[in-house]
């Protein structure tokens, strides 16, 4: 028999998932559904198999390795839109959870992790190049 899932929980998943990047507090999450903050923290973990803080953290860097990957968004801005405010705190956490810097994320596709050597067109001096 699967465990029923608590609708205060999903309730709560789907509201960080919207607000990820705002400041969020156990004890202001734990008030939004009623629950004390103790007892927050074990539904939560029961339910999701991560603290509330865990999951937090591992939505943030996992939409800051999309951004990377996908945007033309500097590392900065990616910090900043994931929440983040310290950029060391930042690039330890993401170094933690993907495995390399994040400056060393960019442009590589989650669908293909190698990295493609981008070719250049050549320069007019070149052999090959088309004369004008």
């Not at 608590?6 to 629950?35: G, T």
């Not at 400056?103 to 004369?131: F, N, T």
Request: hydrophobic share 45%.
């Amino acid at each position: 028999m699967a465990p029923r899932i608590d609708p205060r929980i999903s309730w709560i998943v789907a509201h960080m998932q919207r607000h990820f990047a705002e400041p969020m507090a156990v004890v202001e999450l734990a008030a939004l559904v009623n629950l004390s903050p103790s007892r927050f923290r074990a539904l939560f973990a029961a339910q999701t198999g991560v603290s509330p803080t865990q999951f937090l953290q591992r939505l943030r860097l996992r939409r800051a390795r999309l951004l990377l990957e996908h945007s033309f968004l500097t590392v900065k801005e990616v910090m900043a839109a994931v929440g983040y405010s310290d950029p060391s705190h930042f690039a330890r956490d993401f170094r933690r959870a993907h495995g390399m810097s994040p400056s060393g994320s960019r442009g590589i596709s989650s669908a293909d992790p190698l990295r493609v050597k981008r070719i250049r067109q050549p320069r007019a001096r070149e052999p090959g190049a088309a004369c004008a």
